[in-house]
């Protein structure tokens, strides 16, 4: 049950990379799909999603904590749709919203600037219009991913793999991922789908719990849920609410406890 | 035949994963042994040249700037005209930062593997604390690379690939690599052949050129070299006259251009005067 993400700029050949890989490997594909469906599920329009995967936080929405509700959502989605594994992600932040997951082959393709100036021209825009769009979104994305992690999405240290499209082809991208999918590192084990599972608990509770507490923490480990929150919070009867009725939805919570006056953990969601 | 060039901060790592393929493939191994060949030929202190290639100029260090871009063109040329050889690794003579675009050339950065120091280093080394060592000569590189060649040597678009080796595991990429060294899209062509072939004749005539005179580029192209220069109005014809006949001296030029360029800071200091 392998999982792939490719992250990529815009032009870079990223999208015709994910799908020759899904192909030879007879696995899955997903995209912008991820945003249909979390829109479907929490009831957010997907222009109001796309956004919120993609532009940098303005002064009001990091007030607002906007950007973090919809962010919950996408990854509680996400990691519900990826969590059987066999799966090509080639859509926004992948490699961030996966970042707790172990087996999770994460690989990013960049190209010549020129070639993807290139391929935006062929949409009709003029030479300098295609060049500043590209270097717009670029841009939007790098601040989008220091706000929210604290990360720059061109740091090397953040993927498994970055294949350059200029002197290797897409075909040879292809064959150099589906080669490295097979390395016993990305193949799952019981623990990974263990792991896989219990983050897909704690991201379903933080998205249920972000709306009214986006300050909440949470963390699953084998079953056991502990939810990090306010004396204040925690004491809400719609924070009890919440919880048990996810406890009742949930049949694989072994244990629930909340635990309040404690400093988040840097591995909650 | 392909040529492949690794670069990392972890020297270990770098050394066992070049020779490992190297080996598998049958490929010539091109490494910091070189320097003191190098330091021989050019008749340079063996334990400066290494120097140079690790500190950025500085009076402090004694190594003034003339000199350190004089030690770099002797390396610069040397390893170009070794890699002309074909079916070869190289690593740790900064090969990835003077050798650009030759399609039978494959760059690879390798990054992370920190657990393997952890693990044959000292037993009170934490993973924190390479790290912090590891981000300390990352900077110090950074600093080298734009100070000698303008480019950041940790940008992932200086690279064909960039393999994270911290869980990807040190055959996996020995594997990986060397498969990848047998696509067609990297034999060598006779396009690629003189693409590199130029470059070499370049690096020559730079470094005959550094060795007395300061401030030139020199480009080339199928046999024709242009040297790039910088100097005052009334050093001008003194100065290209230099250039043509120290360049003079390097076999394989077809024709040689010199283009001039006024230096306007030291004319405009100078007519202060």
């Known amino acids: ?269 | 035949m392909p040529v492949l060039i690794l670069s990392s901060e972890n020297k270990e790592l770098e050394n066992k994963i070049g020779q490992k393929i190297a080996q598998k493939l049958e490929y010539t191994t091109l490494n910091q042994e070189f320097f003191s060949e190098i330091a021989h030929k050019y008749t340079l202190d063996s334990k400066k040249l290494m120097n140079a290639m690790d500190i950025t100029p500085s009076i402090l260090k004694r190594m003034p700037s003339k000199q350190w871009y004089y030690y770099l063109s002797c390396v610069e040329a040397e390893v170009l005209d070794c890699l002309l050889e074909d079916n070869c690794v190289c690593w740790g003579l900064a090969a990835h930062l003077y050798v650009a675009v030759v399609s039978h050339v494959l760059k690879v950065r390798l990054i992370g593997g920190h657990n393997s120091i952890l693990r044959s280093d000292e037993p009170n080394m934490t993973l924190d604390k390479i790290k912090k060592i590891i981000a300390e000569q990352e900077r110090s590189r950074e600093n080298w690379s734009m100070t000698a060649y303008n480019c950041k040597e940790a940008d992932p678009g200086l690279y064909d690939m960039v393999i994270n080796l911290d869980q990807v595991q040190t055959d996996e990429a020995v594997e990986t690599l060397s498969t990848t060294m047998g696509y067609p899209r990297l034999k060598a062509m006779t396009y690629s052949k003189n693409n590199l072939t130029d470059r070499a004749l370049a690096a020559k005539v730079k470094n005959v050129l550094l060795k007395s005179l300061a401030d030139v580029q020199v480009e080339a192209q199928n046999g024709t070299v242009v040297v790039t220069t910088t100097s005052m109005k009334r050093a001008k014809s003194k100065k290209i006259d230099t250039i043509k006949k120290l360049a003079g001296q390097v076999d394989g030029i077809g024709y040689l251009e010199v283009h001039w360029n006024k230096d306007m800071l030291t004319e405009a200091a100078m007519s202060y005067r």
């Open chain 1, 1 to 269: 049950m392998a999982i792939i993400t490719i992250s990529r700029g815009s032009f870079s050949m990223g999208k015709a990379v994910a799908e020759k890989v899904a192909a030879k490997l007879g696995y899955g594909i997903l995209s912008r799909d991820l945003l249909f469906k979390a829109g479907d599920r929490f009831h957010v329009p997907k222009k109001t999603l796309e956004k919120a995967i993609h532009d940098a936080p303005g002064i009001f929405e990091r007030y607002s904590h906007t950007k973090k509700i919809f962010i919950a959502y996408i990854r509680a989605t996400l990691i519900e749709m990826v969590a059987d594994g066999d799966i090509v992600y080639y859509g926004l932040a992948g490699h961030l919203l996966l970042d707790k997951l172990p087996c999770v082959l994460k690989i990013r393709i960049i190209a010549n600037l020129e070639d993807r100036v290139a391929g935006r021209m062929a949409g009709g825009l003029s030479e300098q219009k295609a060049r500043a769009m590209l270097l717009a979104d670029a841009d939007q994305r790098r601040k989008w991913a220091k706000k929210i992690y604290n990360v720059d999405p061109n740091d090397a240290a953040l993927y498994d793999m970055v294949i350059c499209i200029d002197k290797l082809s897409i075909d040879d991208a292809v064959d150099f991922i589906c080669q490295s999918a097979s390395i016993k590192a990305f193949k799952p084990t019981n623990d990974c789908i263990r792991q896989c599972r219990d983050l897909s608990l704690a991201c379903n509770a933080k998205a249920l719990l972000v709306e009214d507490f986006p300050d909440v923490g949470v963390i699953c480990e084998n079953g056991n849920l502990l939810v990090y929150a306010t004396e204040k919070e925690a004491h809400t009867s719609k924070f009890k609410k919440i919880m048990e009725t996810f406890q009742k939805e949930n049949y694989d919570i072994y244990n629930l406890e909340v635990h309040t006056g404690l400093s988040v953990p840097a591995n909650a969601v």
